[in-house]
C-alpha cells in the first residue's frame, strides 16, 4: 500500500482540521510550524533512535535516508509495521500495545533482549493514548542511554476551539485530532510538566529522572478565532495575554534521561515559567496602568462602567426574572453546570460586535471554570466523550439530584426521631475514638466537621485531632476554641508535619475508645452516624469491623449528592476498587494486630489499612444508611481523580502486599478507569476446560459460537462438548459430521429425553474429562481472545465457586452485568438494556466484583464444585436453575464472581423461545414458585451484594422509593 501525496490520497483525510498521514517526502525540516520539523532537527546524524507509534513510519525512513539513522519502531497495528517492514528502513519493529506489554511475551521478550541502546526516543502524539504513560515510558526508557533524550509532541487541549466547543456542548468527536476516541488523557503545556514531576517520583525509584525542556509550539488559527482578531483585535491580544496557550495546537518537548541523584534538574524552573497567570488581575492592572491607552480600543470603556454602575439594578433584575421560572429551570440554574455554562456565555458576549460587548472577559477564567475544566478533562478520559456527554444532560437536568433529595426526606431521621435517639440507651455503649488529621485545613471545612461530631445523637465518644504543624493561624484558634468547650475533644500539636498516616498514627495515640473511627478533616458525619454504629455493635457482637454507606457534599456543603449505596463485604470487589472507603469503624484490638496506618502508602493509607483489617477479622457489618458526607472540592479525589495520582501507585502496592500476605499468586494492574484495578492471578498448570453446548437445531447460531471459540481463544487446552436433543433440520446433523470429521476435542452427546436445561447438563458432565466446566449457550459469541483465561484464574480460586463473564446484545447493549437476586420478585441482570461502554454504577460495569449469582448463559465453576452442589436441580426444567446452583454455591462458603473481562455476545431467546404458551407459562410459575419456597431466606433479606436503598423495580441502580432497613 503506497500512501503517496497527502493531497491525492483521500484514505486517511478527515476534513475538520486536514489533518493527514504523510509520505517521508513530505517532511520539511525547515517548517516553521510544523512538530515534525522540531522532532527531525533535534535528531543528531547517525544516531540510534526508536520511534514509538511509528505508524506508517515516514519520520523513521526520513531520519534513516538524511541523517543515516538507525531507527527501531515500537507501534501496536500490525497491518502498518507490515508495511513499515517492507519498506526496509527500520533496523527492527516490534508489534506492542505499551500498557500491556506483557501480554505479547514474543515481542516483550525480543525488545527486553535488545542490545541497543538509544540516543533518542521519539513519541510523537503517542502519550495521550497510553492508559499508563508513567509505566510504559519507563519500559521504553529502559533502552535509553543516559543523557539520552525522548522528544515528545502533544496536542494542547488549552486550544481555544476545544475549550468552546466543549463549554457549549459541541463535540466534535473525529477519527483524528484532540477529542478522537482513543485520547485517554489531555495536557497543557503546564500539567505536562507536572505530570513528568509527579512521574519523576517513580521513575527515582528506577535510578533515573527526566529533566524537562519546553522547545517548541505550533500554533492554529480556526475561521472563529480569525473573526474575533478581524472584529476586535484588542480583546484578542487581552486573551492572549492572560492564556498564550489558547492559539497553541502542540506543544513540543525534550525529556532528558539523567541520573536520580543528579542535581541537574530544570523541571521546577519550566513549572514556573509556565505558571498560571491569573487574567483577571493581569488585566485589572492593565486597565488601572494604561487607561488612555485602553480608552483607544474598540472596547466601550463607558459601556463597562455603566454595566458596572449598574449591578445592583440588574441583580435585581435578575432575581425578578428568576422569580417567574418554573421549577424545572430552578433546579437547573442550582447545578454546576449551569454556572459553568453562564461564564462561558460572559466571555462569548464579550467578544461579539459592540451592541453585545457588556460583560468582563476576566470572568471566563474564573477559579471555578478552572476548576470544572479540569473535571470534565478528567471524566472524558475516563468515560469517554459520549459518558460526559450523558453527565452533562443529567447534570443540567438535575433529576438524579431531585430523586436523591426526595430519597433524603423520606428515608432519613426526622429532627424529633434525632432527640429521641439521644434518650435511647444500648446494653453495650463502647466508646468510639474518632481519628482526624489536620493540616491547613480551611476554616468552613473544620468547623462544619467538628459541628458533626457535637451533633451526634449518641453521646460516648472521644474526637482524637492530631494537627500536623498548619501554617494557617485559623486551625489552632478553632481547635482550642472546640477543646475548651467540649472535653471529649482532644488535640494533639506536632512539631512538623507527619502526612496523613504519621499524623493519624499521632491521633489514635491519644485515642482510649473501644472502637476506632476514620474521619477525614473536610469530611462530615451525618448526626446519626455514631448511633447507628453502635446499633450494629449491638446486634452482632462479634462485629470488628463496621462500614457504611456514603455520600459527597459540596464544597459549600449545601448540596448532597452521589450516594453511594454499597454492597456487603465483598473480597473481589474490594480488591478492585476501595469501595468500602467512608465511614470504617474498626475495633482497636484489630488494629493493635494489624498495626496502625504506614508510610509509603500516601493517597492510600485507607486502602492499605482497610486491606489489611479485612485479613485479620472475624465478622464485617455493613450498614446500608448514608453516615459519611465525603466532601468534594478541587484538591480532594472525591472531586477531582487526578488530584492525587501518587495515589493510584500507592493503592497497587498496597493490593500486590495484600497478596502476598494471604498466599495468593498474581500481579496487580490499572483497571478500567483510573482508581480501579485488576489482578491477573496465576492460572496454575494446563488444567482442561469442558465447555457443555446444549443444543436442538440452529445450526446458524451454533456455528456462530463454535466458529468463535476455535478462531479466537488464546487457551487451548479445552473440550467441546456438545449436547444434541430432539434436533430435525438436516443442516444441523450435516455440521454434527463436519466438526467430527475435521475437530478431535468436539464430542457429540445424544440427550433422549424431554429437554430439560438442567438434565441436559447434569448429563454432559458424566463424560467431560476437564476439571474445569464451562457451560455456555448456543446462542453465544465469544469477543475476546483472552475469555477463557480470564475465567480460569478465577474459577481455579479454592474460595470461588462461579464465575460468569459479561455479555451483551446484538446492539451492544448490556444483557449481562451479574445477577441480583430480588429484582423483580425473584431475580433480574444487573444494568440491563444500559450502553456497553457504560461504567455502570459507580463503575461497577467495569470491574471485577462478587455478585450472588450469574448466569448460565456462560458459567464457569471446577468439577469439585459441581459435585460437592449437587449440580443443577431437575426440579427448573427451564428457569433460574443458574441462580438456583449460584445460591448452592454460595450456601457452601464459596464466592461467585463476575468478570468484565470475558465479553460475548448473547442471541438471548432464539434458541428457547418465549414462555408464549399455557403449558409453558405453568412451568414457569411452578420453577418460580419453588425458587420462592427454597430461597425465601435471601428473597426476604435482601441480596447481600446489593443494597436496600437501591429499587427491586428495576435493573438500573436506581433509588428505592423507601429503604429496606
Not at 62 to 89: M, P
Not at 324 to 335: G, K, M, V
Not at 552 to 560: P, Q, V
Not at 790 to 806: F, I, P, S, T
Given at each position: 500500500m503506497e500512501l503517496g501525496n497527502a493531497k491525492e490520497n483521500r484514505l486517511f483525510v478527515y476534513e475538520g482540521d486536514k489533518k493527514y498521514f504523510i509520505s517521508a517526502n513530505d517532511i520539511n525540516p525547515e517548517a516553521e510550524n510544523s512538530s515534525q520539523s522540531y522532532i527531525v532537527k533535534a535528531i543528531t546524524d547517525s544516531s540510534t533512535v526508536l520511534d514509538v507509534g511509528c505508524s506508517y513510519g515516514?519520520?523513521?525512513?526520513?531520519?534513516?535516508?538524511?541523517?543515516?539513522?538507525?531507527?527501531?519502531?515500537?507501534?501496536?497495528?500490525?497491518?502498518?509495521?507490515?508495511?513499515?517492514?517492507?519498506?526496509?528502513?527500520y533496523k527492527d519493529l516490534y508489534c506492542l500495545d505499551l500498557d500491556y506489554p506483557q501480554n505479547t511475551k514474543e515481542e516483550f521478550d525480543r525488545f527486553e533482549n535488545l542490545k541497543e541502546i538509544f540516543d533518542f526516543i521519539i513519541c510523537a502524539d503517542v502519550i495521550e493514548h497510553l492508559k499508563n504513560p508513567t509505566i510504559a515510558l519507563e519500559f521504553v526508557s529502559s533502552k535509553l542511554k543516559f543523557g539520552g533524550q525522548i522528544l515528545v509532541s502533544i496536542p494542547n487541549v488549552a486550544h481555544m476551539d476545544i475549550i468552546l466547543n466543549l463549554l457549549e456542548g459541541k463535540f466534535n468527536y473525529s477519527e483524528f485530532g484532540i477529542l478522537d476516541n482513543t485520547h485517554l488523557r489531555f495536557f497543557t503545556k503546564r500539567s505536562f510538566a507536572e505530570w513528568v514531576k509527579n512521574a519523576n517520583e517513580y521513575y527515582k525509584s528506577q535510578g533515573f529522572k527526566f529533566d524537562l525542556k519546553h522547545t517548541g509550539s505550533t500554533t492554529y488559527l480556526s475561521e472563529?478565532?480569525?473573526?474575533?482578531?478581524?472584529?476586535n483585535p484588542e480583546i484578542y491580544s487581552e486573551i492572549l495575554k492572560s492564556n498564550p496557550e489558547l492559539e497553541m495546537l502542540q506543544h513540543i518537548f525534550v525529556l532528558t534521561k539523567i541520573n536520580a541523584s543528579s542535581n541537574s534538574y530544570n523541571l521546577n524552573e519550566l513549572?514556573?515559567?509556565?505558571?498560571?497567570?491569573?487574567?483577571?488581575?493581569?488585566?485589572?492592572?492593565?486597565?488601572?496602568?494604561?487607561?488612555?491607552?485602553?480608552?483607544?480600543?474598540?472596547?466601550?470603556?463607558?459601556?463597562?462602567?455603566?454595566?458596572?454602575?449598574?449591578?445592583?439594578?440588574?441583580?435585581?433584575?435578575?432575581?425578578?426574572?428568576?422569580?417567574?421560572?418554573?421549577?424545572?429551570?430552578?433546579?437547573?440554574?442550582?447545578?454546576?453546570?449551569?454556572?459553568?455554562?453562564?461564564?462561558?456565555?460572559?466571555?462569548?458576549?464579550?467578544?461579539?460586535?459592540?451592541?453585545?460587548?457588556?460583560?468582563?472577559?476576566?470572568?471566563?477564567?474564573?477559579?471555578?471554570?478552572?476548576?470544572?475544566?479540569?473535571?470534565s478533562v478528567n471524566y472524558i478520559k475516563v468515560y469517554g466523550l459520549k459518558g460526559f456527554f450523558r453527565k452533562i444532560v443529567n447534570k443540567l437536568s438535575n433529576k438524579e439530584q431531585t430523586l436523591y433529595q426526595n430519597w433524603i426526606e423520606r428515608n432519613e431521621p426526622t429532627k424529633e426521631e434525632l432527640i429521641a435517639q439521644k434518650s435511647i440507651k444500648f446494653d453495650y455503649e463502647p466508646k468510639i475514638s474518632i481519628i482526624v488529621p489536620t493540616w491547613n485545613t480551611p476554616k468552613r471545612f473544620l468547623i462544619e466537621m467538628l459541628n458533626s461530631v457535637l451533633d451526634q445523637t449518641y453521646s460516648n465518644w472521644e474526637l482524637c485531632i492530631a494537627d500536623g504543624a498548619s501554617k494557617e493561624k485559623h486551625v489552632k484558634e478553632i481547635l482550642d476554641q472546640y477543646a475548651k468547650k467540649d472535653s471529649r475533644i482532644k488535640v494533639k500539636y506536632l512539631s512538623e508535619n507527619k502526612g496523613i498516616a504519621g499524623n493519624s498514627n499521632e491521633a489514635i495515640s491519644l485515642a482510649t475508645g473501644d472502637y476506632i473511627a476514620l474521619l477525614d478533616h473536610d469530611g462530615t458525619l451525618a448526626p446519626f452516624a455514631l448511633f447507628e454504629v453502635v446499633k450494629a455493635i449491638n446486634e452482632n457482637k462479634?462485629?470488628?469491623?463496621?462500614?457504611?454507606?456514603?455520600?459527597?457534599?459540596?464544597?459549600?456543603?449545601?448540596?448532597?449528592?452521589?450516594?453511594?449505596?454499597?454492597?456487603?463485604?465483598?473480597?473481589?470487589?474490594?480488591?478492585?476498587?476501595n469501595y468500602i472507603c467512608h465511614l470504617s469503624v474498626i475495633k482497636k484490638e484489630?488494629?493493635?494486630?494489624?498495626?496502625?496506618?504506614?508510610?509509603?502508602?500516601?493517597?492510600?493509607?485507607?486502602?492499605?489499612?482497610?486491606?489489611?483489617?479485612?485479613?485479620?477479622?472475624?465478622?464485617?457489618?455493613?450498614?446500608?444508611?448514608?453516615?459519611?458526607?465525603?466532601?468534594?472540592?478541587?484538591?480532594?479525589?472525591?472531586?477531582?481523580?487526578?488530584?492525587?495520582?501518587?495515589?493510584?501507585?500507592?493503592?497497587?502496592?498496597?493490593?500486590?502486599?495484600?497478596l502476598e500476605r494471604v498466599n495468593i499468586k498474581g500481579n496487580v494492574i490499572d483497571g478500567k478507569f483510573l482508581g480501579s484495578y485488576k489482578i491477573n492471578y496465576k492460572i496454575l498448570g494446563n488444567p482442561k476446560i469442558s465447555i457443555i453446548i446444549p443444543n436442538k437445531d440452529h445450526k446458524e447460531e451454533l456455528e456462530r459460537c463454535i466458529s468463535s471459540i476455535f478462531s479466537k481463544s488464546t487457551y487451548k487446552n479445552y473440550e467441546i462438548i456438545i449436547v444434541e436433543n430432539h434436533s430435525k433440520e438436516k443442516e444441523i446433523f450435516e455440521y454434527y459430521e463436519y466438526l467430527r470429521d475435521n475437530y478431535n476435542n468436539v464430542v457429540l452427546l445424544e440427550y433422549k429425553d424431554e429437554f430439560n436445561y438442567s438434565a441436559v447438563n447434569n448429563f454432559a458432565v458424566k463424560y467431560t474429562r476437564g476439571d474445569i466446566l464451562l457451560f455456555l449457550n448456543n446462542d453465544t459469541?465469544?469477543?475476546?481472545?483472552?475469555?477463557?483465561?480470564?475465567?480460569?484464574?478465577?474459577?481455579?480460586?479454592?474460595?470461588?465457586?462461579?464465575?460468569?463473564?459479561?455479555?451483551?446484545?446484538?446492539?451492544?447493549?448490556?444483557?449481562?452485568?451479574?445477577?441480583?437476586?430480588?429484582?423483580?420478585?425473584?431475580?433480574?441482570?444487573?444494568?440491563?438494556?444500559?450502553?456497553?461502554?457504560?461504567?455502570?454504577?459507580?463503575?461497577?460495569?467495569?470491574?471485577?466484583?462478587?455478585?450472588?449469582?450469574?448466569?448460565?448463559?456462560?458459567?464457569?465453576?471446577?468439577?469439585?464444585?459441581?459435585?460437592e452442589v449437587g449440580g443443577f436441580d431437575d426440579e427448573y426444567p427451564l428457569a433460574v436453575s443458574d441462580v438456583d446452583i449460584c445460591l448452592k454455591v454460595r450456601k457452601k462458603g464459596y464466592l461467585v464472581v463476575w468478570t468484565p473481562y470475558a465479553e460475548l455476545y448473547h442471541y438471548e431467546s432464539k434458541t428457547r423461545g418465549y414462555e408464549d404458551t399455557p403449558e409453558k407459562q405453568e412451568r414457569f410459575k411452578r420453577e418460580i414458585n419453588l425458587f420462592k419456597s427454597k430461597w425465601g431466606d435471601i428473597l426476604e433479606k435482601g441480596d447481600p451484594y446489593y443494597n436496600p436503598n437501591l429499587t427491586l423495580d428495576r435493573e438500573d441502580f436506581s433509588y428505592a422509593e423507601v429503604s429496606r432497613v
Open positions: 515516514y519520520v523513521g525512513e526520513w531520519l534513516n535516508k538524511n541523517k543515516d539513522c538507525q531507527v527501531y519502531g515500537i507501534d501496536i497495528n500490525r497491518q502498518a509495521l507490515d508495511y513499515v517492514r517492507e519498506r526496509g528502513y472563529y478565532q480569525k473573526n474575533i482578531i478581524n472584529q513549572l514556573d515559567d509556565v505558571q498560571y497567570k491569573n487574567p483577571i488581575s493581569e488585566i485589572s492592572n492593565q486597565l488601572k496602568e494604561q487607561k488612555d491607552e485602553i480608552e483607544k480600543l474598540n472596547i466601550e470603556i463607558n459601556t463597562l462602567k455603566s454595566d458596572l454602575a449598574d449591578k445592583e439594578s440588574s441583580l435585581q433584575t435578575a432575581e425578578i426574572e428568576k422569580t417567574n421560572l418554573n421549577s424545572q429551570l430552578s433546579e437547573i440554574r442550582r447545578s454546576r453546570g449551569y454556572r459553568a455554562l453562564l461564564k462561558y456565555y460572559k466571555f462569548r458576549d464579550a467578544l461579539l460586535p459592540a451592541n453585545t460587548r457588556r460583560r468582563k472577559i476576566v470572568k471566563f477564567l474564573a477559579k471555578d471554570f478552572i476548576y470544572l475544566m479540569k473535571k462479634d462485629a470488628d469491623f463496621i462500614y457504611s454507606d456514603e455520600d459527597k457534599i459540596s464544597e459549600d456543603g449545601k448540596e448532597r449528592f452521589d450516594a453511594h449505596f454499597k454492597p456487603d463485604f465483598a473480597p473481589d470487589t474490594l480488591r478492585s476498587y484489630i488494629l493493635d494486630l494489624v498495626g496502625y496506618f504506614r508510610d509509603g502508602f500516601d493517597g492510600s493509607q485507607d486502602y492499605d489499612l482497610i486491606l489489611r483489617c479485612t485479613e485479620k477479622t472475624k465478622k464485617i457489618i455493613h450498614i446500608p444508611k448514608i453516615l459519611y458526607h465525603w466532601r468534594v472540592s478541587q484538591n480532594s479525589v472525591a472531586g477531582n481523580s487526578n488530584a492525587k495520582l501518587y495515589a493510584y501507585e500507592s493503592a497497587k502496592k498496597a493490593l500486590k502486599e495484600h459469541e465469544i469477543i475476546n481472545e483472552n475469555w477463557l483465561e480470564e475465567m480460569l484464574q478465577y474459577a481455579q480460586r479454592k474460595d470461588v465457586g462461579a464465575v460468569g463473564a459479561k455479555l451483551y446484545y446484538p446492539d451492544n447493549t448490556i444483557q449481562h452485568g451479574g445477577v441480583i437476586v430480588g429484582v423483580g420478585g425473584i431475580a433480574g441482570h444487573a444494568h440491563r438494556f444500559f450502553p456497553k461502554d457504560s461504567p455502570g454504577y459507580f463503575g461497577r460495569l467495569s470491574i471485577v466484583q462478587n455478585f450472588s449469582a450469574v448466569t448460565g448463559a456462560c458459567l464457569m465453576m471446577r468439577k469439585d464444585v459441581f459435585v
